[in-house]
């Protein structure tokens, strides 16, 4: 087990400071924002900032991960608290403390089990498209908070458009005016001057405009006072009842974390070197969910956002964390009056800029390009979560997962071998006629698992060579099971059947290269009686089709 702060020396503490600073500019408007979105007040998102980041930044084995709420978990909170409390109340705040705490025993969970696999469930497609529903929702929010006009943040998607169009003729020019201006900041400052942290520029400049104009009394919201103090431990008291109604959204939550953050962290790992433990990450996150829960925040994941720039900040380890938390703290300790003025219209341009790149644009015309097929889960995944909700989104997320996963594996390539032992193309029930791979023997390899999407597919496939080989006589079938891992019940009565009609057509059946697993798998299902198992295809050549021997004329390939 690593140290923490590992990787921290004294020629790099301070770029690791300096890059603290930045990480903490960026950090404090982004959080408020979250929070808001999330429909709970500015210091949820200011307290995910303290204790939570200290405890990840202790234990994760990532040097660089940045922990925090971001744009699409707060959007999942909100979405899914909604209809169970009043977003602003202390019920609501209630929940989002259950809701945490849950996220944090679900990642310890699969930590200590070891399951953070089935967040491999959830592809690029699905991920592009239930993020980028989420940020649509958001966006439209964001929006009408930059224009002045009030909408049910905590409603309904097609609510929220209707509310926002209906509520234009409430339409605030100053407001819009603040927001138009902090867009055209925002992006062009983080083009030409990256290393300047612009959210805080933006945010205190308008503030400063506010306060100096008076602003807030021509109908600009601002963000109004914020209680000072650290951050109190508490335990959210709720019916059992409402906890098993969260249970839902928390797995949404984990297993978006999850495929996002292990992604992320494998990825920086590997640029830059350094050890990466997918269980201890989790276990990392469960921690500070736990935490978030305990002392008033809510869902903590990781931020890629932050990340990266972390990462251009020439920060590799985790001690800018340490000084975001403690930067923070002091914050809420002696800086609380400084946020009262903040105007909204800056806090929705900052997060609506922040959120333009989970919309996916560029990620669904590269699916559109390189495969209709998963450009079509994405989009369904993106509709779903727009239009019925981000846990029907999720649903449909893994139903859709499942399906592409099984029509792929349904299809596997299934090939008949040349006696010079390359593969044809995948063989099909219209196989061309005298394809054999020696004089009166067919070799057959399977490139996938036999299970039940794929037991029945891959008897036809046999079935149909045989029948193509005619009416040159095929007296074996040898079956090359080097990419066969595993066989189930369901792909064992499949194959138990293709062998009796072998038997019936006086066709033996052989093996070649069978893993040893696999030649147990075989036998323990019954499969394995006296057939000859080979250690290669040649050897199965050699004793059952000896004029065969010497490679032969290459044969046409199956299709």
Same mark, same amino acid.
């Given at each position: 087990?690593?140290?923490?702060?590992?990787?921290?020396?004294?020629?790099?503490?301070?770029?690791?400071?300096?890059?603290?600073?930045?990480?903490?500019?960026?950090?404090?408007?982004?959080?408020?924002?979250?929070?808001?979105?999330?429909?709970?007040?500015?210091?949820?998102?200011?307290?995910?900032?303290?204790?939570?980041?200290?405890?990840?930044?202790?234990?994760?084995?990532?040097?660089?991960?940045?922990?925090?709420?971001?744009?699409?978990?707060?959007?999942?909170?909100?979405?899914?608290?909604?209809?169970?409390?009043?977003?602003?109340?202390?019920?609501?705040?209630?929940?989002?403390?259950?809701?945490?705490?849950?996220?944090?025993?679900?990642?310890?969970?699969?930590?200590?089990?070891?399951?953070?696999?089935?967040?491999?469930?959830?592809?690029?497609?699905? !991920?592009?498209? #239930?993020? &980028?529903?989420? =940020? +649509?929702?958001?966006? %439209? *929010?964001?929006?009408?908070?930059? $224009? @002045?006009?009030?909408?049910?943040?905590?409603?309904?998607?097609?609510?929220?458009?209707?509310?926002?169009?209906?509520? !234009?003729?409430? #339409?605030? &020019?100053?407001? =819009? +005016?603040?927001?138009? %201006? *902090?867009?055209?900041?925002?992006? $062009? @400052?983080?083009?030409?001057?990256?290393?300047?942290?612009?959210?805080?520029?933006?945010?205190?400049?308008?503030?400063?405009?506010?306060?100096?104009? &008076?602003?807030?009394?021509?109908?600009?919201? %601002?963000?109004?006072?914020?209680?000072?103090?650290?951050?109190?431990?508490?335990?959210?008291?709720?019916?059992?009842?409402?906890?098993?109604?969260?249970?839902?959204?928390?797995?949404?939550?984990?297993?978006?974390?999850?495929?996002?953050?292990?992604?992320?962290?494998?990825?920086?790992?590997?640029?830059?070197?350094?050890?990466?433990?997918?269980?201890?990450?989790?276990?990392?996150?469960?921690?500070?969910?736990?935490?978030?829960?305990?002392?008033?925040?809510?869902?903590?994941?990781?931020?890629?956002?932050?990340?990266?720039?972390?990462?251009?900040?020439?920060?590799?380890?985790?001690?800018?964390?340490?000084?975001?938390?403690?930067?923070?703290?002091?914050?809420?300790?002696?800086?609380?009056?400084?946020?009262?003025?903040?105007?909204?219209?800056?806090?929705?341009?900052?997060?609506?800029?922040?959120?333009?790149?989970?919309?996916?644009?560029?990620?669904?015309?590269?699916?559109?390009?390189?495969?209709?097929?998963?450009?079509?889960?994405?989009?369904?995944?993106?509709?779903?979560?727009?239009?019925?909700?981000?846990?029907?989104?999720?649903?449909?997320?893994?139903?859709?997962?499942?399906?592409?996963?099984?029509?792929?594996?349904?299809?596997?390539?299934?090939?008949?071998?040349?006696?010079?032992?390359?593969?044809?193309?995948?063989?099909?029930?219209?196989?061309?006629?005298?394809?054999?791979?020696?004089?009166?023997?067919?070799?057959?390899?399977?490139?996938?698992?036999?299970?039940?999407?794929?037991?029945?597919?891959?008897?036809?496939?046999?079935?149909?060579?045989?029948?193509?080989?005619?009416?040159?006589?095929?007296?074996?079938?040898?079956?090359?099971?080097?990419?066969?891992?595993?066989?189930?019940?369901?792909?064992?009565?499949?194959?138990?059947?293709?062998?009796?009609?072998?038997?019936?057509?006086?066709?033996?059946?052989?093996?070649?290269?069978?893993?040893?697993?696999?030649?147990?798998?075989?036998?323990?299902?019954?499969?394995?009686?006296?057939?000859?198992?080979?250690?290669?295809?040649?050897?199965?050549?050699?004793?059952?089709?000896?004029?065969?021997?010497?490679?032969?004329?290459?044969?046409?390939?199956?299709?």
């Amino acid at each position: 087990m690593s140290r923490p702060l590992a990787g921290l020396t004294r020629r790099t503490i301070a770029t690791e400071l300096t890059a603290g600073v930045t990480l903490l500019a960026i950090a404090i408007p982004l959080n408020i924002g979250y929070a808001q979105i999330a429909g709970l007040p500015a210091t949820a998102g200011l307290y995910a900032l303290i204790v939570p980041t200290i405890v990840y930044a202790l234990v994760v084995s990532s040097r660089q991960l940045v922990a925090s709420p971001d744009a699409a978990a707060a959007a999942l909170v909100a979405s899914s608290l909604g209809g169970l409390a009043v977003a602003g109340s202390a019920d609501y705040a209630t929940l989002a403390l259950a809701q945490a705490i849950l996220c944090g025993g679900m990642f310890v969970l699969l930590a200590v089990f070891r399951l953070g696999f089935l967040a491999n469930f959830l592809s690029q497609p699905i !991920l592009v498209g #239930f993020v &980028g529903g989420l =940020a +649509l929702d958001i966006m %439209v *929010s964001q929006i009408a908070k930059m $224009l @002045g006009v009030k909408i049910d943040s905590g409603g309904e998607f097609i609510d929220k458009v209707i509310g926002l169009v209906t509520g !234009l003729s409430t #339409f605030n &020019g100053w407001s =819009a +005016l603040l927001a138009l %201006v *902090s867009v055209a900041v925002l992006p $062009l @400052g983080q083009r030409y001057l990256r290393s300047v942290p612009w959210a805080l520029i933006v945010l205190i400049a308008t503030t400063v405009v506010v306060v100096l104009t &008076g602003l807030d009394d021509r109908g600009v919201a %601002v963000l109004g006072a914020v209680p000072a103090g650290p951050p109190a431990l508490t335990w959210p008291i709720i019916d059992w009842s409402l906890w098993i109604a969260l249970v839902p959204s928390a797995i949404a939550l984990t297993l978006v974390t999850t495929a996002e953050g292990l992604l992320v962290s494998r990825s920086y790992a590997e640029k830059h070197r350094y050890p990466f433990r997918a269980n201890r990450d989790l276990l990392a996150l469960g921690l500070a969910n736990a935490a978030a829960g305990a002392q008033g925040s809510f869902a903590v994941g990781s931020s890629t956002s932050r990340t990266a720039a972390m990462d251009q900040a020439g920060s590799r380890t985790q001690l800018p964390s340490l000084v975001l938390a403690v930067g923070t703290l002091l914050l809420l300790l002696f800086g609380t009056a400084l946020l009262a003025d903040i105007p909204s219209p800056a806090i929705g341009a900052i997060v609506g800029v922040a959120i333009v790149p989970l919309l996916g644009i560029r990620e669904f015309i590269s699916l559109w390009r390189l495969d209709r097929f998963e450009f079509v889960i994405g989009a369904v995944c993106f509709l779903v979560t727009l239009f019925v909700g981000s846990i029907a989104g999720i649903v449909v997320a893994f139903v859709l997962a499942l399906i592409n996963l099984a029509q792929r594996a349904s299809h596997p390539a299934i090939d008949v071998l040349e006696s010079s032992g390359d593969p044809g193309e995948s063989l099909l029930e219209d196989a061309p006629a005298g394809t054999t791979t020696a004089p009166g023997v067919i070799v057959v390899r399977l490139a996938a698992p036999l299970f039940f999407a794929n037991g029945a597919v891959f008897s036809a496939a046999v079935k149909s060579a045989v029948s193509a080989a005619r009416p040159c006589p095929v007296h074996h079938v040898v079956i090359d099971m080097e990419a066969v891992t595993d066989i189930d019940v369901t792909g064992a009565e499949s194959f138990r059947a293709l062998r009796e009609w072998l038997g019936s057509q006086t066709i033996s059946l052989a093996f070649s290269r069978v893993r040893p697993p696999t030649l147990r798998r075989l036998r323990s299902l019954g499969l394995l009686d006296h057939e000859p198992v080979y250690a290669t295809n040649r050897a199965a050549l050699n004793d059952l089709a000896p004029t065969a021997a010497a490679p032969p004329a290459p044969s046409r390939k199956a299709t």
